[in-house]
């Protein structure tokens, strides 16, 4: 089956540490997509990319780091300079850029919280 | 204000009932995306459209570019329907990225 996977569902970070949320796909898409979502806000662009090895800062990327090395792999790192990072993560991709006429596929998200 | 507004924030129906949701964006657009939000957080996108009506089951989706504004029906609602339902605007501007609404929470009760 096609799709996105998220791993893990859930993770805990103590102060002071990087962690890292794994995202895969495998519908040969080739942009792929982090986001943060807060209670009572919309999704939040964190960073994007539209080609291996590239990838762009989103709306709220301090804090956040990514590699783009495989088509199928965008792994996101929070590192310990972001200071609020519980939220729920989703990871999308499509086949190209989202802005027009190009649907989003969703991986099922990962829940971060600090311990 | 928020570029792209949802109302209502919270609805709750009758198994059965006609459901409406509106999106509203003060933004130029390019193309309007409805999306659903399950309770266990995975989204799945239901429609993507730039002019007119679009139909999916008992979906329906419709579009009024000059007043800047969007429904999203469901018909016969039942209780699967629950969920989040979200809006986002693809601006001409920023063709890279899409504005998020905050989501309208639906209840649908047997």
């Known amino acids: 089956d096609g799709g996105i996977t998220q791993s893990p569902k859930y993770l805990f970070r103590k102060e002071g540490q990087n962690v890292t949320l794994s995202c895969e796909q495998n519908?040969?898409?080739?942009?792929m997509y982090w986001y943060r979502q807060d209670p009572g806000q919309g999704l939040r662009l964190i960073y994007y990319s539209q080609i291996v090895n590239d990838f762009q800062k989103g709306d709220i990327a301090e804090g956040y780091s990514v590699s783009r090395e495989k088509k199928e792999s965008f792994p996101l790192t929070v590192t310990s300079a972001q200071k609020n990072p519980t939220a729920f993560y989703l990871c999308?991709?499509?086949?190209?850029?989202?802005?027009?006429?190009?649907?989003?596929?969703f991986g099922p998200g990962t829940r971060l919280l600090v311990l | 204000k928020n570029e792209v507004e949802q109302s209502p924030q919270n609805l709750t129906a009758q198994e059965g009932e006609f459901i409406t949701i509106n999106c509203s964006y003060s933004?130029?657009?390019?193309?309007l995306h409805w999306l659903q939000q399950h309770p266990g957080g995975g989204i799945v996108s239901l429609f993507m459209?730039?002019?007119g009506k679009k139909k999916h089951g008992r979906l329906i989706a419709t579009i009024n570019i000059q007043e800047k504004h969007s429904s999203l029906h469901i018909t016969a609602s039942h209780p699967r329907d629950s969920a989040v339902y979200i809006c986002a605007a693809s601006p001409p501007y920023n063709t890279d990225k899409l504005i998020f609404g905050t989501g309208t929470r639906l209840q649908v009760f047997p």
């Open positions: 933004v130029g657009i390019s193309a």
């Open positions: 999308a991709s499509s086949i190209g850029l989202a802005g027009a006429y190009e649907t989003q596929y």
């Open positions: 459209l730039s002019s």
């Open positions: 519908l040969n898409h080739d942009a």
